[in-house]
């Protein structure tokens, strides 16, 4: 673990001092190797389930999630160089872009491996510093005012999820803070520090996971970013905060007390979480926000399927890892079309059948596969959280949530109507249709879809061992 | 010694709520970093150089100095000199009054006997004036100073709750929130340059 954080830490920082953006795209490339390799050793050298440097530990989970950034960081890095090619960024603010991305990567990756819940706490503050620099890379008003509030709101809903930390903490034996020991000794802790803890922790890493009530800065956080960059931290950053609610619900698997108690919360936020994405995604006139919206509402889906538990819990994993493939390749169909129109507008582009032929039947899948009809994916684990939730007898929930995903399915899919086949009022570049990357965003897809029609037992195996929390 | 100490840091967050100069403010918080430090070496139970050299980093230096002088640049380079002139001194001291009221209620209600309920009520207060601030106050230098009261607050919660967690987790936590004042006033300086302004309710630009 200490090589690779060497190694990608170098690399990080090396386009700064190189000259030019050549340089730039070799060193990212060379990241995304080291990247590779490192996942590629852990299986060569067994070391699954090791603990490394004290603080980490190559779970199922951090690797799972590790493969899935991978993964997008991928096809980020291509999409970012055409992207800023496009832009025609200053060499400085490019080489700044890259350096940023793979401090974001390195940053979400100790997350995800931080086997320490102070931390992970740590990782995620480090998770903001590097997200802020991205977030104002396109330096125009909006973007300036994005960074600002994703910097304060995140860094204050940290400071009160530091809190619930430190009374989590009290159960501690001798400031032992691995999630393993807190698991052993969580049962003798106060019953109320307990509670207040979960919440102050779900609140402030519920600005990474981009569900209520912090959910507001991801989102335009997502807006002001260079789309490839929203791809990635609407994916990656929120698997991050994924992964840090989903480590503190299995440490209260234990405290027989709480748990139920925690459950309902995780519900009670779901539930807030689908209503906001269905409210802003038929008010939204923006690509880039209301895909952002997509995201609070299936993280809220994801929310729900954990308070639900049981079966609701594998298909609340296998949700997040679908949506991952799911919404990294929508983002990138969306920033394809911004090199086309020079907009994000919902209200003002269109016709993009008869413009981007590829891109077009991309996002309208895409489109499909996100609003969870078949083959989808995302069919396979809504069916099972609804089947769960019926199996519990919280009727009143599944007629709630059923409302809610029918505003949902209008709000989108009338959206992807318009920018299909309705008349374009905005200025077109034409020669700025890049089949290629609309080919390579449907990689992700395609991916997705597979995941629909077939779960390899290695995928599901790995998913039982996350979601066995007894 | 530790009583006397904590009810200045009480009295400090009560002029906080009604300083209406932001050089006040920072300067409220310097003495609050000094007021921590002094708190810290009160409650070290015995003679760690790591440890206390780490107390003196993280109060004495960087919430003391280090962080008072940064939002002193920040304040001469944007000319920023007082909170809005339409906020009322008079609301805000209620509102402290009755956050402190809340404080001493919820402490008695949550502590148990593993909690130093001085300690946990003041940390409270300390929260609660920060969320104050913010919420209050409309200018965005104000959210800062908020967030930093909160910062102090987390680190009070610390020594109530009697957590000692491991050396390289403390520095690192030190290390992160340091960085982000550094950048949230580097920011608070760039919306000054470039929008012309240091008040909250001009940032309203993104919506749907």
């Known amino acids: 673990m200490l090589i690779y954080l060497i190694i990608s830490l170098i690399l990080a920082v090396a386009p700064l001092v190189v000259r030019t953006e050549r340089a730039s795209n070799i060193i990212a490339s060379l990241f995304f190797l080291v990247q590779v390799a490192s996942i590629v050793a852990l299986f060569v050298l067994k070391l699954h389930d090791s603990v490394m440097l004290s603080v980490f530990r190559a779970d199922t989970m951090a690797v799972l999630f590790h493969i899935l950034m991978v993964a997008v960081l991928g096809f980020t890095l291509i999409h970012s160089k055409s992207y800023l090619h496009a832009e025609e960024v200053s060499t400085r603010s490019y080489k700044a872009y890259y350096t940023l991305l793979m401090l974001l990567a390195v940053a979400i990756t100790c997350v995800y491996y931080s086997d320490n819940v102070a931390m992970t706490w740590v990782f995620l503050e480090a998770t903001t510093i590097c997200s802020a620099g991205i977030i104002y890379h396109r330096e125009f008003k909006q973007s300036l005012e994005a960074t600002w509030k994703y910097i304060f709101v995140c860094s204050t809903g940290i400071a009160m999820a530091y809190l619930g930390i430190l009374l989590l903490s009290t159960v501690a034996e001798h400031g032992t803070l691995d999630y393993e020991s807190l698991k052993s000794v969580i049962d003798n802790g106060n019953p109320l520090y307990l509670k207040v803890a979960f919440l102050l922790i779900v609140v402030g890493y519920s600005c990474k996971m981009e569900i209520f009530p912090l959910y507001t800065v991801g989102v335009d956080a997502n807006y002001a970013a260079p789309a490839p960059a929203s791809a990635f931290i609407s994916t990656a950053l929120v698997n991050a905060g994924f992964v840090s609610i989903m480590r503190i619900y299995t440490l209260y698997a234990s405290a027989t007390e709480v748990f139920s108690w925690a459950r309902h919360v995780l519900i009670f936020i779901g539930v807030l979480s689908l209503a906001v994405g269905a409210m802003f995604l038929r008010r939204s006139n923006n690509y880039k926000r209301f895909l952002s919206y997509s995201t609070v509402e299936n993280m809220g889906i994801v929310a729900i399927g954990m308070g639900i538990g049981g079966v609701a819990l594998w298909a609340a994993v296998f949700h997040v890892v679908c949506h991952t493939l799911v919404k990294s390749s929508m983002f990138f169909q969306v920033g394809i079309m911004r090199h086309i129109y020079n907009s994000y507008s919902i209200n003002r582009i269109g016709n993009y059948m008869n413009i981007n032929r590829v891109g077009a039947i991309g996002f309208i899948i895409g489109t499909l596969v996100l609003l969870a009809f078949p083959p989808s994916p995302l069919f396979v684990s809504e069916v099972m959280i609804f089947s769960e939730i019926v199996s519990v007898g919280s009727w009143w929930l599944l007629v709630i949530m059923l409302i809610l995903m029918c505003v949902v399915i209008y709000a989108i899919w009338s959206r992807t109507l318009r920018l299909g086949y309705h008349s374009n009022q905005d200025e077109l570049h034409l020669s700025a249709v890049n089949r290629r990357l609309s080919y390579s965003a449907a990689v992700l897809l395609i991916a997705a879809i597979v995941l629909g029609l077939w779960q390899p037992d290695v995928l599901k195996e790995a998913i039982d061992l996350i979601v066995n929390i007894e | ?208």
Not at chain 2, 82 to 92: L, V
């Open chain 2, 1 to 208: 010694m530790v009583l006397s100490l904590i009810i200045l840091y009480v009295l400090t967050l009560i002029y906080l709520s009604i300083a209406d100069r932001f050089r006040n403010h920072t300067t409220i918080l310097a003495i609050q970093g000094l007021l921590l430090f002094g708190i810290a070496m009160a409650r070290l139970h015995s003679f760690h150089p790591v440890e206390l050299s780490f107390i003196i980093v993280e109060t004495l230096v960087f919430k003391a100095i280090v962080i008072p002088a940064i939002l002193m640049r920040v304040i001469n380079k944007t000319k920023i000199n007082r909170i809005h002139s339409s906020s009322t001194q008079f609301g805000a001291l209620v509102m402290s009054i009755l956050a402190l009221i809340a404080s001493c209620a919820i402490t008695y209600y949550m502590a148990d006997n593993r909690t130093d309920m001085i300690f946990f009520g003041v940390a409270l207060y300390a929260l609660l004036s920060g969320l104050i601030l913010i919420v209050l106050r409309q200018r965005i230098f104000a959210h800062l100073v908020g967030f930093l009261v909160i910062e102090n607050g987390v680190f009070l919660f610390s020594m109530a709750i009697g957590v000692e967690l491991p050396m390289l987790i403390n520095l690192a936590i030190m290390l992160d929130i340091l960085i982000s004042i550094l950048i949230l006033g580097m920011f608070l300086r760039r919306l000054d340059d470039d929008m012309h302004t240091d008040e909250s309710d001009a940032l309203t630009s993104i919506k749907d």
